[in-house]
């Protein structure tokens, strides 16, 4: 009889093994480098074979993907802090993916992980550098955003960096996107008098109704972004949180106090510039104002990520962060998704779910 069951199981596994071994696979490569705005032919898709899986590997699953403006500066070839995509080769980013199938001790089948993962629908991984999630802290998708990247770097941006005190005033540009939401609602923790700069009044009307934000400017509409940050912020700026450049942050600039601190976190107003942009001479004000004004990559406090998590996690539990995701189905609109990004169509953190959860 054990013999029976024994040729009954190996002849199940071949074939679960050749399965595996013959899964269709879609890939997202790129594939040109973008002049200006990226669009839908940067992008290539590719099928291939899912390869069978040698000891150690793990064969993951994608359920949730994460498209950042980030992205964008690595689809040029210019020098950055992190290395630029390869033409031909698949985008990566963010990634919440389920264990499919295991020959790595450390983890089983079922496990959800969190790691820097290629536009896959699966992808054979060796186990390093991915992290465990516990399903029951919070949603998956919160791990790509309040409780993951974007979450992270308005922590560190806002509270280590700008350390705003009660009564100051905190201005955000961005403000509807993953990472101003947390920003605004970190700085009202604080006691601050939070003012916000969007780009819809759908925006406008979020920030202020449901985040608490005290003002909110939406500077597609607005006739003098000058004289609106001034007049949205009478006692003048104590704190800015930069995620946009440009005229917005011009217009700030003129409004700081002394003492004011700068967290310059994005620059995605430039980010599709096919010429150098040019702008205010800042340095004359920094000075006459005493003021601080400092860039971060959120990778820069990677050893005091996991206390701030626990904050955050403590926060959204009790009810004190609010958060909003964006999130759009289906592998194949993962490119459109991101280009979506540059023309202000996600409020908080866009996301793409590939596939439900299978355990």
Not at 83 to 105: C, I, L, T
Not at 132 to 157: E, K
Not at 336 to 343: D, E, K, M, S, V
């Amino acid at each position: 009889m054990a013999d029976t069951l024994n040729k009954i199981f190996s002849s199940w596994f071949c074939r679960y093994s050749m399965q595996i071994s013959y899964m269709k696979n879609k890939t997202i490569l790129l594939a040109s480098r973008p002049k200006g705005l990226p669009t839908k032919e940067n992008f290539r898709f590719e099928e291939s074979e899912v390869p069978a899986l040698q000891d150690g590997e793990v064969l993951l699953k994608a359920l949730y993907v994460s498209v950042d403006p980030y992205m964008r500066g690595r689809m040029s070839d210019a020098k950055s802090y992190v290395p630029p995509f390869e033409v031909g080769q698949p985008v990566s980013g963010g990634v919440v993916a389920e264990v499919e199938e295991s020959k790595n001790n450390s983890l089983a089948k079922g496990a959800v992980v969190l790691g820097n993962l290629p536009w896959q629908q699966y992808s054979v991984h060796n186990g390093h550098g991915l992290t465990r999630i516990n399903p029951d802290v919070a949603p998956l998708s919160y791990h790509l955003g309040i409780l993951g990247m974007p979450g992270l770097t308005a922590y560190f941006g806002l509270l280590t960096i700008c350390d705003p005190k009660a009564g100051e005033t905190v201005v955000v540009s961005g403000a509807a996107g993953a990472v101003g939401t947390v920003v605004g609602q970190l700085a009202k923790l604080k006691g601050c008098r939070v003012v916000g700069v969007a780009g819809s009044d759908e925006k406008v009307a979020y920030l202020k109704e449901q985040l608490g934000f005290d003002e909110a400017i939406n500077y597609k509409t607005t006739a003098n972004i000058n004289e609106a940050i001034a007049s949205a912020c009478p006692d003048g700026v104590d704190v800015y949180f930069d995620n946009v450049g440009g005229e917005i942050s011009d217009a700030v600039y003129f409004c700081i106090n002394k003492h004011a601190r700068i967290s310059v976190c994005g620059q995605i107003s430039y980010y599709n510039n096919t010429r150098p942009a040019t702008g205010l001479r800042v340095e004359p004000i920094l000075l006459t104002k005493s003021a601080l004004m400092k860039g971060f990559i959120v990778s820069d406090y990677a050893s005091e990520f996991e206390q701030a998590a626990r904050e955050l996690a403590g926060w959204v539990k009790n009810g004190k962060l609010q958060y909003q995701e964006t999130i759009t189905v289906g592998f194949d609109q993962i490119p459109q998704a991101f280009l979506g990004l540059f023309a202000g169509e996600n409020t908080g953190k866009q996301l793409v779910m590939v596939a439900e959860r299978s355990a």
